[in-house]
Each structure stands twice: as structure tokens, then as C-alpha cells.
């Protein structure tokens, strides 16, 4: 059985800093796209970051420069560390394992960026 879990989210102020863990079991991340989708109240899912299995990294515009996703295949987990956060990044985050027609997704943690 396959589970993604994320955690690490919570609140945070303007300019703060979160880093969100994805620990995966029942796969090899290794061999897999990982990614991160966010999700904000009455808006679509959308793509945050992914990195490959060849560590080849994409971004969001809106993101560039302050988030950067990365693996540790040995602990089989995917991180974004989120810096110089804005209200616009508040949205519950999702974490996503891909290969071929395997597509995987985690529960989502939320990620609220408030004064």
C-alpha cells in the first residue's frame, strides 16, 4: 500500500519560513517525479515544484527564488523549504509521486501565511 504523509505546515507571519516533509512508503522515491501541488479555498490545484528522477528541478513563477523542493532517497522523503512566505501562499499543500500511471497523492497539509 502506498502512502504519502505530509507534514510541517502550520502558521506563519509574513516573511516567515515552513518546511513541509512528504514521507513515502510503499515505493522507491527514487524512480519517481515528486512534486508539490497547492490548493487554495475556491481556486484549482496547481503545481508548486517537482523534481525528477534525474534531480532536474521546476518551479512556479510565483515561487522562484523562495521555495526548493528536494529528496532524500536514502529516508525515501521529499522537502520544500518555503522562505520569505506571502498571504498568497496559504493553501493546503499536497505532495505527489508520479511514474508513467502511477499517480500518487498525499492527505495535504495546511499552510496559512497571516499577520
Known amino acids: 500500500q502506498v502512502q504519502l504523509v505530509e507534514s510541517g505546515g502550520g502558521s506563519v507571519q509574513p516573511g516567515g519560513s515552513l518546511r513541509l516533509s512528504c514521507a513515502a512508503s510503499g515505493i522507491r522515491i527514487s524512480i519517481y517525479d515528486m512534486g508539490w501541488y497547492r490548493q487554495a479555498p475556491g481556486k484549482q490545484r496547481e503545481l508548486v515544484a517537482r523534481?525528477?528522477?534525474?534531480?532536474?528541478?521546476t518551479y512556479a513563477d510565483s515561487v522562484k527564488g523562495r521555495f526548493t523542493i528536494s529528496r532524500d532517497n536514502a529516508k525515501n522523503t521529499v522537502y520544500l523549504q518555503m522562505n520569505s512566505l506571502k498571504p498568497g501562499d496559504t493553501a493546503v499543500y499536497y505532495c505527489n509521486a508520479l511514474r508513467s500511471t502511477w499517480n500518487y497523492w498525499g492527505q495535504g497539509t495546511q499552510v496559512t501565511v497571516s499577520s
Open positions: 523534481i525528477n528522477s534525474g534531480e532536474i528541478t
